[in-house]
């Protein structure tokens, strides 16, 4: 084979880290701040003000040093104590890690294993609140995004279902892969806690958890007896002086590069920062509609409102994604998204599965380009490739018609 063009900067579609905008980097290319006095301290402030605002919450944000994981544990330990019971909604490999991370803190977690191919289902979720009657149950937990499976999940339905159960049980979501890529509204839906991380749609470095809680749990946090000092919310929520807030010496850097994506963000507005995610997530399912029209690949996820706007889980065949994954990043310089294995217990790369993400910081050039070279892979790879996937989704981006 002829030497590689693959030169210059490289492109990430993955789910996550995501790519990060020169504008971000920019901001954090700096001297390192005081901590203990001045700029620091109010811009900090802003954070907290301008996350709510992009959640759509009337409560507290607290943020973390840590990454998705640190983000699974804080919600859990300061609302929970050792034993009690929590329903645990499954559709893929990252609710799973959840009910690891609660199982290994004693938590004793019923799961509702919906499978790795459509959203968790209302009706189900409601039998099995209103099987329990005592209230044993103090939380539902369940992602909005499974970013393995690329499932979404309706977060108002389950909310409804528990309404309708009259259950008391808190909803406590993961949106690590779906903050500021799929429509959220906390205070509206009725979510007790969400969680995120800095490095998928907050188009910022990993490094930051973010933990969203309502005013309505603080009752439930003074009973919690897995609250540990660190994990604390109420320090943070309420510091005696500005380095309580992260319980020691602030991510610095992290908080100015996280400042710029809030203030790209808003700049957009989360309304057009939504509908572009819907746009482009269509321009990637038409491509895929049209390139599985060969018969070599298929869609995880086949019902379009179960499909996630922020990551696109492809079934193949014969070690196709692998193959394709290899030759895009080497003649191309593009990373797609390892397949994480769609089996209950598999393990944890799959050959013949493989993610576009398209999250965060992306735009038709960037999105045609990597669809451009996912197409040009599938023709290297020899798989027919007669009805173009670009050609499919600049018709999509060209009408800005999910
Ligand atoms: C990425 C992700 C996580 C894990 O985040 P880490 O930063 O890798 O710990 C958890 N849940 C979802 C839905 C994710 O997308």
């Known amino acids: 084979m002829s030497k590689s063009l ?14 990060m905008p020169d504008r971000v980097l920019q901001a954090m290319h700096r001297a390192a701040p005081n901590i203990y006095e001045g700029e620091l301290i109010e811009h900090s402030e802003s954070l907290y003000r301008d996350l709510n605002l992009i959640a759509r919450n009337s409560g507290e944000v607290v943020i973390y040093i840590g990454n998705g994981h640190a983000a699974w544990e804080a919600s859990l330990v300061n609302l929970l104590s050792r034993g009690d019971q929590v329903l645990a909604l499954v559709t893929g490999r990252f609710g799973r890690g959840w009910v690891a991370i609660a199982e290994g803190l004693g938590l004793d977690v019923q799961v509702l294993d919906f499978g790795a191919e459509q959203s968790a289902d209302p009706a189900q979720i409601e039998a099995a609140l209103q099987a329990d009657t005592e209230h044993k149950i103090k ?18 339905a389950i909310r409804e279902v528990m309404t309708s159960a009259d259950h008391p049980a808190m909803l406590m979501v993961d949106c690590i892969a779906s903050f500021a890529c799929e429509r959220f509204d906390m205070d509206a ?11 998928k749609g907050l188009m910022t470095p990993p490094g930051i958890a973010l933990v969203f809680i309502q005013d309505t749990v603080w009752p439930r946090h003074k009973e919690a007896d897995l609250k540990t000092p660190y994990w604390d919310w109420h320090s943070r929520v309420y510091p005696a002086y500005f380095a309580a807030r992260f319980c020691g010496t602030p991510p610095t850097h992290h908080l100015y590069g996280l400042r710029e994506a809030l203030d790209m963000l808003l700049e957009e507005g989360m309304e057009n920062v939504w509908h572009r995610h819907h746009v482009q997530a269509a321009a990637v399912w038409a491509a895929v509609d049209a390139w599985a029209q060969s018969g070599a690949l298929t869609f995880n996820v086949a019902l379009v409102s179960d499909r996630s706007l922020a990551v696109t889980t492809i079934k193949t065949r014969d070690g196709l994604a692998s193959n394709l994954r290899a030759w895009c990043e080497k003649e191309t310089g593009l990373t797609l998204g390892v397949g994480l294995s769609l089996a ?49 989704a600049m018709k999509v981006i060209e009408r800005k018609s999910a």
């Open 6 to 19: 693959a030169f210059g900067r490289t492109h990430m579609a993955i789910p996550g880290p995501s790519v």
């Open 139 to 156: 939380a539902v937990i369940t992602v909005q995004t499974d970013t393995a499976t690329s499932i979404t999940n309706n977060i108002p």
């Open 189 to 199: 839906w009725g979510v007790d806690v969400m969680i995120t991380a800095s490095q």
């Open 344 to 392: 209950p217990d598999g393990g944890t790369t799959d050959s013949n599965v493989f993610r576009i993400g398209h999250m965060g910081h992306l735009n038709p050039h960037s999105l045609l380009g990597t669809l451009g070279c996912v197409e040009m892979g599938l023709m290297a790879l020899g798989v027919d490739v007669s009805v173009s996937g670009v050609a499919s």
